[in-house]
């Protein structure tokens, strides 16, 4: 399967990219600092570019079978628009070029799964630190949710640096309004690359926490 993942040199993108290269998945990454990826594999193609940049996008999802999304910033307190405007990049070059398969990272707590991350976020941390950031996410969901693409939008609780242990949970009915529940990098990854193969969330919001 060939496979392209953005956010690559981030903290989960990383995880997605060693374990899909386990899979011996080949990898397109498009990233905006080759030196960050530390892995060399023939199956492996890192290309440098922006999201932002449409003609960059259209270029690394040409020939793929699936994209994977793990963008994020650290943008949280000024009005961003990098997530929406870098999904909206990746729908229209999918659409245009026939790639349906879209497995994007945001986050319990947006849109239909609010106050599911827990009162510590829904009191303080969503409302006086990403607040901006989870505007954006609940924008980037609805695009994707109105995409022809056979899209999965995967909503994380808290995430951890842990080790992958295959066991979490998934689902509409996952999260918490009182305490936070926690998944590891590692974890989302290995479920959305074991989405891959399932249709069990095609057009469908899982949460995924353990
Ligand atoms: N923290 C939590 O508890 C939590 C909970 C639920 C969901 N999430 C979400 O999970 C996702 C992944 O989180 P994470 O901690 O793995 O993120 P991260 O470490 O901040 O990684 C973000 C990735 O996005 C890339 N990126 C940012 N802007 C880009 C651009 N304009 N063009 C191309 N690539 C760009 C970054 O590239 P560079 O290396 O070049 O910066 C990096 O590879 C995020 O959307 C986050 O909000 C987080």
Redesign the pocket.
Known sequence: MRLLI????????KKLLSQALDLNMEVTV????PK?VKLTNPNLHIIQ????DFDKVKEVVNGQDAVLS?????RFFIPTS??SK?TEHMIQAMEEQGVKRFIC????GVNDSRFKLGLYYTLFVIPFIVFF?FRD?AKQEKLIQKSKLDWTIV?????TNGKKRAVYKHGAHVGNYILTKMIS?AD?AHFMLSQLSSTTYLHKTPGVVY
């Open positions: 953005i956010g690559a040199t981030g903290r989960t993108g498009l990233v905006r600092n960050k570019g922006n999201i932002l793990a963008l994020g910033h650290k990098i997530l870098g990272i945001t986050s319990l950031y996410k909503r994380p609780g808290q995430l990098r989302v």
